[in-house]
């Protein structure tokens, strides 16, 4: 039988400019069986070309396995010549074997009849064994090879022409477009979102490994909480610490009925009364009431000095306390300093604000409610906190963009009203001082500025907003606005909506747990959330210059700055004011401790540390660049 080999010319491959050139193409291992039993040629290439017996043997021998082949030339793959040979060695021994069957046969029966023919005999059956080893190990090492050839690549090269590759490129197309893995396609995050880098600074407010267990207290302190909803949840917190300081029993706290809302909702219809019992029991004695032998007795009222150190708890009213056994705090707001106290008491601070006060069941279920509407496919949310109410402008006497009307509406409002000491105000002079809250238009200016695009979902955390049109100019740059009343049905609010407080802690979760969080004049809600976020892992939330910013829209409404101007200097104001790390910036002396930088809207240090493995000489939540941006 005459087999014909391709022998190639002395230039290894073809020329690529030929039209008839053999190409490689990439097909499925699962079709390639057939390929191999039945090899076309294309152009000027000569292929081996299996007779019918051999075709059969090898493709049965092959079974469902593929044979790898790689490179890209002409020659056939060494496994066909490997195979090939083979095939040869099994014929030739065989054929001499069945040959000379007749002869070996004679000639091994005189041999074993010999004795003198004894060691040839053996030597004979020792060639024997090896032979037959050797054409084992032959027959069985192609097979592994190629399977381990096989198993490496995974793929199949054919020789074909240029029209049948044609024609199996457009095979792969069908037949992949036929198969479609649904995965999910994630885009990028546009910048805006982006979160702030935490810089290795983790929360870290575990009680001491050596604290000692709580002691018998020298009495019981009543507090009755002050101010809106965020004024009096920071004080509450403030007065944890001060009752672990005089190491008194604190019953649960009285919240404010008279304040402008006048919402008669208890610490009970707010919190999780027994949640924050419970996570502070190993700090301070919480106690649901005061208890009934305590009841005749009449407790001595005070109103502790605002922005006390810890000994002005410890010394004075320590002795009070075991003197009265029972004392009434007045007021609770801001009764505590923001830097002196010890470290764990800024701790225990935090662990009060930031895992001891929960809201209701109620109140946390809605939340979680309307935060995952907010988040519908996927789409993040901004959180602004619009303080736009009719209180908040009365209090400070700002009126841009209002009509006289309503800027007389909210002068009766500020002297109907005793305790706002300021009365005669200038409108105009604060705004232009930075001492006003943004108007809707403004915060709508100041998004766009940032980059937030026209379809931003924006979530208003804030109460009515006053003005009849103020919103007008919101809206049309930012349609996709919700507040309360919009997102949630009136059923689901039916239960808290006559309560302002209650609707201010829905608001704050949903300030809390948005990707972003801005707000347009930093009062206690600002402060309180903010705060939170930090502890939280520095969420991003916009800190607005608002006397930088002022300056620069009254510049580009007179025509004086173009829109691109306007924004590249918003934005490069606001480049460190987006919630990352910086050490909480203390008092002048001298000055009044209330321009401090508040506790918690920037918990660090105190409940922040930093977690890297660089040893500083500083403290542990002290960091050299922080340091630096702290001196400047």
């Avoid at 192609?142 to 029209?163: D, M, T």
């Avoid at 457009?170 to 935490?198: A, G, M």
């Avoid at 496919?377 to 400070?396: G, I, Q, S, V, W």
């Avoid at 920037?602 to 977690?611: F, S």
Wanted: hydrophobic share 35%; with cysteine; charged share 25%.
């Amino acid at each position: 039988m005459s087999v014909r080999v391709p022998v190639p010319s002395s230039s290894s491959q073809l020329p690529t400019a030929a039209p008839t050139t053999t190409t490689t193409t990439r097909r499925r291992v699962a079709d390639s069986q057939e390929d191999h039993c039945q090899v076309s040629t294309g152009g000027n290439a000569v292929v081996y070309v299996l007779d019918e017996e051999e075709a059969t043997t090898s493709c049965s021998l092959s079974g469902s396995r593929d044979i790898g082949v790689g490179g890209g030339g002409l020659s056939p793959h060494r496994n066909y010549l490997v195979r090939f040979l083979s095939l040869r060695k099994i014929r030739l021994v065989w054929m001499l074997m069945a040959e000379n069957k007749s002869r070996w046969t004679a000639a091994m029966a005189r041999n074993v009849r010999s004795s003198t023919n004894l060691g040839r005999v053996i030597l004979s059956l020792v060639g024997i064994l090896v032979v037959a080893f050797f054409l084992v190990v032959a027959l069985s090492g192609g097979g592994v090879g190629r399977r381990r050839h096989v198993e490496k690549h995974e793929f199949v090269v054919s020789i074909h022409g240029r029209s049948n590759i044609e024609n199996i490129i457009k095979e792969e197309e069908s037949s992949s477009s036929s198969v479609q893995v649904l995965v999910h396609e994630r885009k990028p995050i546009p910048e805006i979102w982006n979160q702030p880098d935490t810089m290795n600074f983790q929360k870290c407010v575990a009680r001491p490994k050596n604290q000692k267990p709580n002691k018998k207290t020298n009495g019981y302190l009543l507090v009755h909480a002050n101010g809106g909803l965020n004024q009096m949840r920071t004080g509450i917190c403030d007065m944890v610490a001060i009752a672990k300081i005089m190491n008194a029993a604190l019953v649960l706290p009285f919240l404010d009925h008279s304040s402008f809302w006048s919402d008669p909702s208890t610490f009970k219809d707010i919190f999780d009364w027994r949640h924050f019992i419970n996570v502070l029991a190993e700090d301070v004695d919480i106690v649901e009431y005061l208890p009934q032998k305590f009841a005749s007795i009449k407790p001595l009222e005070k109103n502790p000095v605002s922005w006390s150190k810890a000994s002005y708890y410890r010394n004075s009213m320590a002795k009070l306390l075991k003197k009265h056994k029972v004392i009434v705090f007045n007021h609770t707001d801001s009764r505590l300093a923001n830097n002196s106290p010890p470290p764990s008491i800024q701790k225990l601070r935090c662990r009060a604000n930031y895992e001891a006060l929960r809201y209701s069941q109620e109140i946390e279920n809605l939340s979680k409610v309307l935060s995952s509407r907010l988040r519908e496919n996927n789409k993040p949310y901004l959180a602004l906190h619009l303080r736009y109410e009719k209180d908040m402008l009365a209090f400070t006497g700002c009126n841009h963009g209002l009509t006289s009307e309503e800027s007389i509406d909210l002068e009766k409002m500020r002297y109907s009203i005793p305790h706002w000491k300021e009365k005669v105000i200038n409108g105009t002079e604060q705004r232009l001082e930075g001492n006003c809250p943004m108007t809707p238009r403004e915060a709508a200016v100041f998004l766009k500025a940032m980059g937030f695009p026209s379809t931003t979902k924006i979530y208003i955390v804030a109460g009515e907003i006053y003005g009849e049109n103020s919103m007008h100019a919101f809206h049309q740059e930012f349609p996709n606005v919700f507040f309360h009343s919009t997102l949630a049905t009136e059923e689901e609010l039916s239960t808290i909506k006559p309560y302002q407080n209650r609707l201010a802690a829905l608001d704050y979760n949903l300030a809390l747990e948005s990707d972003v969080f801005a707000y347009t004049y930093d009062g206690n809600m600002a402060k309180a959330v903010q705060g939170h976020r930090r502890f939280e892992g520095f969420r991003k939330t916009i800190n607005p210059d608002r006397l930088s910013f002022v300056r620069l829209i009254d510049r580009l409404d007179a025509g004086l700055m173009s829109w691109e101007d306007f924004s590249t200097e918003v934005k490069r104001i606001h480049g460190k004011r987006l919630g990352a790390p910086y050490l909480r910036q203390p008092g002048k002396a001298g000055l009044s401790p209330k321009l401090e930088e508040n506790f918690y809207a920037n918990p660090l240090p105190g409940c922040l540390c930093d977690t890297s493995d660089e040893p500083t000489g500083l403290n542990r939540f002290e960091r050299p660049s922080l340091r630096a941006q702290f001196l400047r």
